[in-house]
Each structure stands twice: as structure tokens, then as C-alpha cells.
């Protein structure tokens, strides 16, 4: 689907070469005082697999509030499907909106408060005051998509935390947005589960949605995203470029701490290296094996030699 007018209530198209999301110089704060987000430029254009990058607390969950016309910037100016945001935080066309822009929330436990997992995901669609045949048409696509048509008829807390992430993102996808907006979808799952639903939501750009992607997770960002935009702890756009060029810049990772340096001692051997913020140490504790630069611990005024290399 296009952003085109394809029946009353829906948004007008965006122009030609206007991206979906503009913002310029904005800024969020909470309370008036914290500062959750301090001068974002960005532009999201249609059909773009995008992932939010940054560590805990630097403004990837309150950029996704923005862009879905929860709350509007504080500061500076955002554009959202030719909407200015802050109408449509202020309650203007904001029904409309939500039907283009969906967020699924970190904790699935804010979107599943039905009965059943089917009258969840329902619940969009019935508002919409379509007939029962076109509404569970829709929620037969949105729960044969997330792989859970087997639990349409399960309490949400009778389900794993797999299952609830899969049902919540059912949950708006039974609205059939053009834009898909995830925070952290990976979060607290186990490594089967968390990768069975990154499968599930490569798949979702199929129809030629557009998706935002919050994660601190590198490992699953090449298969959800074709390009990556990199938060810094100051709450500001620090990089934003194609995935692979981002993941390859162990630098600029350390910077954002998303990954980092701690030196290690093999015996007589120092050497610095880098993690991945979840990975723990394993392999060979030969780091020569591994491709270190090898210093004699006596030696306590050379300069600790290493070859800096992402591991795991």
C-alpha cells in the first residue's frame, strides 16, 4: 500500500519526493525539564527499513512517541504525512493519523487488555465501523502474519512474553498502517523466540511498509534494517548512514555506547577489546589466536597495544 487517498478519512498522499517524517531542530522535554531529546534532524522517506540506535535513556522510545503523534516536539518543527505532529498530538485528525502510523509500545502488556488475543486485535478495526466480515478478515491476516492464529482465542495472560509481543504487534497490524513503528520488539526474549519474531518482522516490509526500528540489539539490526540511525547519549542524531557502514565503525559504536572497551590480562599478555553491551567473554584465551598485539605486562608505560575488533 501507498499513502494515496484510498477512501474518506484517509490522509492526502505526501508530495512527490517528500519524505513520510521531516524534523528539524527538535526537541523534547518532559516536565518542561528533562531533556529527552535536544536538536533531532531527520527525514524518513516511504518504504525505508530504519533502525533507532542508542543506549538505555537516549530518547529512541521518545523519538517513536513523536513520529506516532503521541506527544509533539517542544522545540523546532515535525512533519509527519504532511501533518504538522503537533495538530495531530492536539487531537487533529488524529483517528486518521493512527490508522497510517502504528506503535507497538516496549511492554505488550499496554496493548493487550481484552478478553481473548482475537478481540485485541480486533478492537482497531471495530472502530473503524467496518462489518464483521471485513473485521475478521483483517484480524485473519494480522494473526496469520505474527504466526498466532492458534492463540486467537487465549486470555493475552495465558501467553508467553513472545506470544504477547507477536499479539500486540498483531494488534496494529490488523489496522493495516502504511508505517510500522517497533520499540525494542526484541527486548527480554529468549535467543529462539527473539529471532523467530525478527523473521516475522522482516517480512512485514513485503507490502512496502515503512519501518522504525528502536533496538539497542546489534545483532538482529542487518536483517530488520537497510539503514541505521545512530542516537548519542547527549540525546542527538550522532550518525546516520546504511547499515553496514554503521556496524563496521567500531568507534563510533564505543561512542554511543552500544558497544565497549575494557582492557584483559592473558598471563603476561594485556590487550583492549571490544563487546557487544550483551555479549560476555568466550572463545580462546589465547589472544594471540584471536589477532592481539601482545605487551609485556612489566612493561606498565608502554602504550597497551591492541588491534580493536567487535566481538561475538
Same mark, same amino acid.
Given at each position: 500500500?501507498?499513502?494515496?487517498?484510498?477512501?474518506?478519512?484517509?490522509?492526502?498522499?505526501?508530495?512527490? %519526493? /517528500?519524505?513520510?517524517?521531516? $524534523?528539524? #531542530?527538535?526537541?523534547?522535554?518532559? @516536565?518542561?525539564?528533562?531533556?529527552? *531529546? !535536544? &536538536? =533531532?534532524?531527520?527525514?524518513?522517506?516511504? %518504504? /525505508?527499513?530504519?533502525?533507532? $540506535?542508542? #543506549?538505555?535513556?537516549?530518547?529512541? @522510545?521518545?523519538?517513536?512517541?513523536? *513520529? !506516532? &503523534? =503521541?506527544?509533539?516536539?517542544?522545540?523546532?518543527?515535525?512533519?509527519?504525512?504532511?501533518?504538522?505532529?503537533?495538530?495531530?498530538?492536539?487531537?487533529?485528525?488524529?483517528?486518521?493519523?493512527?490508522?497510517?502510523?502504528?506503535?507497538?509500545?516496549?511492554?505488550?502488556?499496554?496493548?493487550?487488555?481484552?478478553?481473548?488475543?482475537?478481540?485485541?486485535?480486533?478492537?482497531?478495526?471495530?472502530?473503524?465501523?467496518?462489518?464483521?466480515?471485513?473485521?475478521?478478515?483483517?484480524?485473519?491476516?494480522?494473526?496469520?502474519?505474527?504466526?498466532?492464529?492458534?492463540?486467537?482465542?487465549?486470555?493475552?495472560?495465558?501467553?508467553?512474553?513472545?506470544?504477547?509481543?507477536?499479539?500486540?504487534?498483531?494488534?496494529?497490524?490488523?489496522?493495516?498502517?502504511?508505517?510500522?513503528?517497533?520499540?525494542?520488539?526484541?527486548?527480554?526474549?529468549?535467543?529462539?523466540?527473539?529471532?523467530?519474531?525478527?523473521?516475522?518482522?522482516?517480512?512485514?516490509?513485503?507490502?512496502?511498509?515503512?519501518?522504525?526500528?528502536?533496538?539497542?540489539?546489534?545483532?538482529?539490526?542487518?536483517?530488520?534494517?537497510?539503514?541505521?540511525?545512530?542516537?548519542?547519549?547527549?540525546?542527538?542524531?550522532?550518525?546516520?548512514?546504511?547499515?553496514?557502514?554503521?556496524?563496521?565503525?567500531?568507534?563510533?559504536?564505543?561512542?554511543?555506547?552500544?558497544?565497549?572497551?575494557?582492557?584483559?590480562?592473558?598471563?603476561?599478555?594485556?590487550?583492549?577489546?571490544?563487546?557487544?553491551?550483551?555479549?560476555?567473554?568466550?572463545?580462546?584465551?589465547?589472544?594471540?589466536?584471536?589477532?592481539?598485539?601482545?605487551?609485556?605486562?612489566?612493561?606498565?608505560?608502554?602504550?597497551?597495544?591492541?588491534?580493536?575488533?567487535?566481538?561475538?
Amino acid at each position: 500500500m501507498t499513502l494515496e487517498t484510498r477512501s474518506i478519512g484517509r490522509l492526502q498522499p505526501v508530495g512527490p %519526493g /517528500e519524505p513520510l517524517f521531516s $524534523l528539524r #531542530a527538535v526537541r523534547y522535554a518532559y @516536565s518542561g525539564s528533562h531533556v529527552a *531529546l !535536544d &536538536g =533531532i534532524d531527520l527525514d524518513i522517506r516511504r %518504504g /525505508e527499513k530504519v533502525a533507532l $540506535l542508542g #543506549a538505555n535513556g537516549s530518547g529512541k @522510545s521518545t523519538l517513536l512517541k513523536l *513520529l !506516532d &503523534g =503521541i506527544v509533539a516536539p517542544t522545540q523546532g518543527t515535525l512533519r509527519a504525512l504532511g501533518r504538522d505532529v503537533a495538530a495531530v498530538a492536539g487531537g487533529e485528525d488524529a483517528f486518521v493519523f493512527h490508522r497510517e502510523v502504528g506503535l507497538v509500545f516496549q511492554d505488550p502488556d499496554i496493548q493487550l487488555f481484552s478478553a481473548t488475543v482475537l478481540d485485541d486485535v480486533a478492537f482497531g478495526p471495530l472502530q473503524l465501523g467496518l462489518t464483521a466480515p471485513e473485521v475478521r478478515a483483517r484480524c485473519d491476516e494480522a494473526l496469520a502474519a505474527m504466526e498466532i492464529a492458534h492463540l486467537a482465542d487465549r486470555a493475552p495472560f495465558e501467553l508467553s512474553g513472545g506470544e504477547k509481543k507477536r499479539a500486540a504487534i498483531a494488534s496494529v497490524l490488523s489496522l493495516r498502517p502504511d508505517v510500522l513503528l517497533l520499540d525494542e520488539p526484541t527486548a527480554s526474549l529468549d535467543p529462539r523466540t527473539k529471532w523467530l519474531l525478527v523473521d516475522l518482522i522482516g517480512r512485514l516490509t513485503a507490502a512496502g511498509r515503512t519501518l522504525v526500528i528502536a533496538t539497542h540489539e546489534l545483532d538482529i539490526v542487518p536483517a530488520i534494517a537497510d539503514r541505521v540511525v545512530v542516537l548519542s547519549e547527549e540525546r542527538r542524531v550522532l550518525a546516520d548512514g546504511l547499515t553496514a557502514a554503521i556496524l563496521a565503525d567500531t568507534d563510533l559504536l564505543v561512542r554511543a555506547n552500544l558497544i565497549h572497551e575494557h582492557l584483559h590480562r592473558h598471563g603476561v599478555v594485556r590487550h583492549v577489546h571490544a563487546h557487544d553491551l550483551e555479549d560476555g567473554h568466550h572463545g580462546s584465551d589465547d589472544p594471540t589466536a584471536a589477532g592481539y598485539e601482545a605487551v609485556r605486562a612489566q612493561d606498565d608505560r608502554a602504550t597497551v597495544a591492541a588491534r580493536v575488533h567487535p566481538e561475538g
